[in-house]
């Protein structure tokens, strides 16, 4: 059974994040309150050095694989970014290789983020489970040590903003999140299980990538095809049996959003915090929309996990409907 890191351990994390970045902010925006008609709190996760909050994770998991491990060479891993992002900030903060695996058609720009970070990138197969399978592939012959998606090293690590968002709003009635492989949402809930804390956690998937969402329905792992064009943070075809464990006993709703949904969203956030947001970034958005007669009167949070979406099709969905998300592929 998968177990939760503790107070300690992210405690511990949060020492060693801290040298390479401050924690990030949480505000109260007033006219999404507006929008919302409830207080909205949103967990700037897209204010980290990478632009999500992968980048937490990397530099834990990293920092323990070279204290077990000193004569490790190098890394490899599949991403659609931000864990590739991440990954490839705290290798090169440690002097190791770094190669990503990602699928054909992955986001231009977070490409050559992952790039301009030192990163070797391949690309492999159509989605994010093809070039997890060509990564751990390559990892032998290649002299690599194979990084998974998720692990408790990464949850500790993105653990932390957890627990910056509840010390600093106490009250918080409910948080919601987005879930990818998972991390993101297991570290929100072992923050609440380690601060003692009441706080509902409604996890957010992808009406386009229902894996999660089918498995939580069902309290067993499930597979499902990715059809998202837009929120491909959030794009699982297989979930994580530790996650799925995780999130069945700690996640107390799952809401699904379409990428319409997500479009608005992106929108919504954009005119009322100048913020930008990924498709997976602003579902936690588009969720609350969906789920706003409940949350009336309660104070509630959002998080902002990334920021990482490319100029063009951000700026197809700033000109509204009917530009997106159809016209994604024009």
Not at 64 to 73: C, G, I
Request: charge should be neutral; charged fraction near 20%; aromatic fraction near 4%.
């Amino acid at each position: 059974m998968a177990h939760l890191p503790t107070l300690a351990e992210m405690e511990a994390a949060a020492t060693l994040i801290a040298r390479s970045f401050a924690p990030t902010p949480q505000y109260c925006w007033p006219l999404l309150c507006q929008r919302v008609g409830t207080q909205v709190w949103v967990k700037h996760e897209n204010h980290t050095p990478t632009g999500a909050f992968k980048v937490r994770g990397g530099l834990v998991y990293i920092d323990r694989l070279k204290a077990m491990r000193p004569q490790v060479r190098g890394i490899i891993a599949a991403t659609r970014g931000n864990h590739g992002q991440s990954l490839a900030y705290a290798a090169r903060q440690a002097g190791l290789a770094c190669v990503i695996c990602v699928p054909h058609g992955n986001s231009v720009e977070k490409n050559r983020a992952m790039q301009a970070l030192g990163a070797e990138l391949i690309e492999h197969g159509d989605d994010f489970q093809a070039a997890l399978d060509h990564a751990r592939t390559l990892a032998p012959g290649r002299g690599l040590h194979a990084v998974p998606s998720f692990d408790p090293l990464l949850v500790a690590g993105v653990g932390t903003y957890g627990m910056e968002l509840l010390r600093a709003v106490p009250g918080l009635d409910t948080v919601y999140v987005p879930i990818g492989l998972g991390s993101g949402i297991c570290g929100v809930a072992a923050a609440r299980e380690a601060l003692g804390h009441k706080v509902e956690i409604v996890g957010v998937v992808s009406t386009q990538a229902p894996a999660y969402a089918r498995s939580f329905a069902q309290r067993r792992p499930i597979d499902a095809p990715v059809t998202t064009l837009l929120a491909d943070g959030m794009a699982c075809r297989v979930p994580d049996a530790d996650a799925l464990d995780l999130i069945l006993r700690h996640v107390d709703r799952v809401i699904s959003v379409t990428d319409d949904d997500v479009a608005a969203a992106m929108r919504a956030l954009f005119t009322d915090t100048h913020n930008v947001a990924e498709g997976a970034g602003a579902a936690p958005l588009a969720a609350l929309l969906q789920d706003r007669a409940r949350a009336q009167g309660r104070s509630v949070g959002i998080v902002l996990s990334g920021g990482n979406v490319d100029a063009r099709l951000f700026a197809r969905i700033l000109d509204g409907p009917p530009g997106t998300p159809g016209s994604m592929a024009d």
